[in-house]
């Protein structure tokens, strides 16, 4: 963990009481903290526009009734299994189950995966998050 | 405009210099500027959710050679001219215009209208950008 | 315009009255209407990570009070006026302005200017609306 | 699985061949797989802004050599037990660690477990993957 630096930040009245409002209700302990994470999210946005390396989450959506959908859904992570960590499996229902998969990469090949998975006929919904592998964030 | 509060901030050493590095490209001035923003961009969010009054700019692109369609998107923008306040008109070239509407009012009303907008049979594209009155984050 | 092509789509009954609920909602005026929305958004999302030309809408709101406020805005748009059709001004209270610029060109010099125009101190807040010339989505 | 029905839909000629060339780069098997995705994701934006009963996914980046912040990330799930189904923790290097935490539940509570989550002293990062039960998108 790097060493704390301490600076001064000047805001308009009004304003500081308005963000101290919304930092009070988002549980953050202190204005700091808050920054910090205003911060770090715009930087997770600008590693994966033009990073090389960054962990996210792919959650899929779907019917594992749908014949031969298991074994396409598996084939392709194990195309990408440069990228992937594990996967996470949740029955939501007697149909639908929710896949979570962890992933770590170029950002480019993260977003192709997540497309390919999305496309499979019976994949009901797919989303990508887009996190950070926490070492340029801190 | 309201007072200037100063306050102190601590953050890592290895994420300021970043924050400044992204500071210096995007033009801000000092670094209350940029935190500003950050903050603004929030509560922005926040008035869209929870607000009555906001601010704000439907585009939308379309074809004039399609029949009745620039008397239909002037007859909706009549039904909806309380919270119109001007609009721009565009040439894009021989058949595409760009028409900005800057509008104000209640964000469940004008995002009513950025629909029925985009949903005219020959409008293209639409997009709602979301801003504010700036009374509340100044 | 171009001709029209007409093909058969599959879709499961119970999404299809759903659909049709939220098109009739919207105000489509039939489901090929509502389809080719869905699939101008993509390319339009598409043109902005790829494309050349792209058009807009970037807002600003301001206090028109701050000093040299007006000035600065207006030196950078003078600076990037070959991607400025025009600006549209509106005074919403006695204090702030929403500034409603249209512009056209290349992806990455527009959302320059947005970020430009956004970090000088007096903005309140900025938004970019990433549209289309159109020509790419008919 | 609810029964197909088929219909037709009409589309501009150059619009169509630019949509099969983005299914073919998505390996999407065919118009309607790649229709009934673009539909199913209105559906689950709408199901996050007005439904009782979501699925997604939270993701967090911290280090977990800051003090009891183990402990808090544990406190706070066990508090939110209802909505959350299973938890998955990634070691990414000696300090980084990626969750993922599979929720289901009313959208607002799990609004609120991942904004708390994501306010603690010492998570550097944090998601919320909007994702659908699949019950209402089949």
Avoid at 11 to 29: H, Q, S, V
Avoid at 46 to 68: F, N, P, S
Avoid at 112 to 127: E, N, P, Q
Wanted: some cysteine; overall charge neutral.
């Amino acid at each position: 963990m790097s060493s704390l630096v301490r600076f001064g930040v000047s805001l308009e009245k009004g304003l500081l009481e308005k963000f101290d409002r919304l930092i009070k209700e988002r549980n953050y302990t202190n204005r700091s903290e808050a920054f910090r994470d205003l911060i770090r999210q715009e930087f997770v946005k600008k590693e994966w526009r033009e990073g090389e390396d960054v962990a996210g989450a792919i959650t899929l959506i779907y019917d594992h009734h749908r014949k031969d959908l298991l074994s396409k859904i598996t084939d392709i992570q194990h195309n990408f299994q440069n990228i992937i960590i594990s996967t996470q499996h949740i029955h939501l229902d007697h149909d639908n189950c929710l896949e979570l998969i962890a992933v770590r990469g170029n950002p480019i090949e993260v977003q192709k995966l997540a497309d390919t998975l999305r496309s499979i006929k019976g994949v009901k919904h797919g989303t990508l998050s887009m996190s950070s592998t926490g070492k340029e964030i801190s």
